[in-house]
């Protein structure tokens, strides 16, 4: 695996096909108010100790039950089977703006890698500075945990590689497929996005494979990533990004989300190691119909997984009691 001084390795096949598709991704949906759940076997799945109603307030105690239950749900082995070696390095990909990654879920994750002996190297990633929350985190974590490298890359300052993917790329107005890529995203060992609900006007929803367009460097793309728009069609060139990194782990939740007429209340968290299946759940419990996305059409057209829920094992709540249906942007609203 590439480490922090290498230059411009690309991720190798092997890689690409195991972070991409699992033959039956198993995807934790855990709501503040889980009381318990049955297996498909009869086995019964234990609730959180203290539930909540989705619209309450939560301690960051119950809050970090809510994720650590979703973990455990989502993954396998201990402790959530999270796919991270002592050795590696790890970034966490958060999403900034009206919409934006809570930091319990990005703290609770660290500290259970941390406890778990996880990862030589962590750094919280995205395309802006860090904010007050973030820098404090850090500083506490690293009096905890002296001997790990803990940082924050902003990728809009990051250095960036100009590499082209492995495979086919699908946008019309970027025949050779090379893009511009944070040398963070580019060589690190493993990629965990961690990102809130949102809807999207271009994409219908915004979850973990369409933060990958914040990724692309502001210094070769533009302000606003207009040369990054013009290569073609944005479903087509976010399926080219996500070939340079799929994600290993995706988190999707929190308790402040995002629609068409603004904030969403909702006290949730899904978690699971595909993240075009993680984002199916969360696009159906936003109300949307997941398989007629055109982003997750073409991403399971690629071999990334499944974007039919009925394809999917979901443990924890039922996509029809976490269902909490957003107001669509047009022309989403029409569907």
């Known amino acids: 695996m590439p480490d922090s001084q290498s230059g411009g390795s690309r991720p190798s096949e092997s ?8 033959r039956t991704p198993r995807i934790g949906v855990v709501l503040s108010s889980f009381h318990g759940a049955t297996e498909h076997d009869g086995t019964p799945i234990r609730g959180l100790a203290g539930p ?16 650590g239950k979703a973990l455990e749900l989502g993954s396998r082995g201990r402790r959530g089977g999270l796919p ?6 790890v970034v966490l990909k958060i999403t900034s703006g009206p919409a934006a ?38 500083r506490r974590l690293r009096e905890r945990h ?36 944070p040398r963070t995203i580019r060589e690190c060992d493993k990629l965990i996005t961690l990102s809130p609900l949102q809807t999207s006007a271009v994409t219908g929803v915004a ?3 369409s933060s990958y367009w914040s990724m692309a460097p502001v210094s070769v793309y533009g302000p606003r990533r207009e040369k990054l ?10 399926n080219d990004l996500y070939l340079h990194h799929p994600a290993d782990y995706a988190i999707l939740g929190g ?81």
Request: proline share 8%.
């Open 146 to 181: 002296p001997g790990v490298r803990l940082e924050y890359a902003d990728l809009s300052a990051d250095a960036c590689l100009e590499v082209p993917a492995q495979r086919r790329t699908f946008a019309a107005r970027n025949p050779q497929g090379v893009y511009a890529i």
């Open 101 to 138: 990654t809570d930091p319990r879920m990005v703290d609770g994750m660290l500290r259970r890698l941390l406890e778990d002996g996880r990862g030589k190297r962590f750094t919280i990633a995205d395309a802006a500075p860090p904010g007050e929350a973030y820098t404090e985190m850090l």
């Open 52 to 67: 909540r109603p989705v619209d309450a307030e939560l301690t960051a105690a119950q809050f970090d039950a809510m994720l």
């Open 255 to 335: 308790a402040l989300h995002h629609d068409a007429a603004g904030v969403v209340r909702h006290n949730i968290v899904i978690a699971g190691g595909n993240a075009l299946a993680v984002d199916a759940v969360g696009a159906a419990v936003m109300g949307f119909q997941p398989e007629h996305l055109p982003l997750f059409d073409k991403l399971e057209a690629r071999g990334f997984g499944v974007a039919g829920t009925d394809s999917i094992w979901t443990r924890g709540n039922e996509i029809e009691d976490a269902r909490r249906p957003f107001r669509k942007p047009p022309p989403w609203d029409k569907s």
């Open 84 to 89: 991270v070696s002592p050795d590696e390095w």
């Open 15 to 22: 890689m690409l096909a195991s972070a991409s598709y699992d």
């Open 229 to 238: 728009a013009a290569l073609g069609d944005p479903v087509d060139v976010l």
């Open 207 to 209: 979850l973990s494979v």
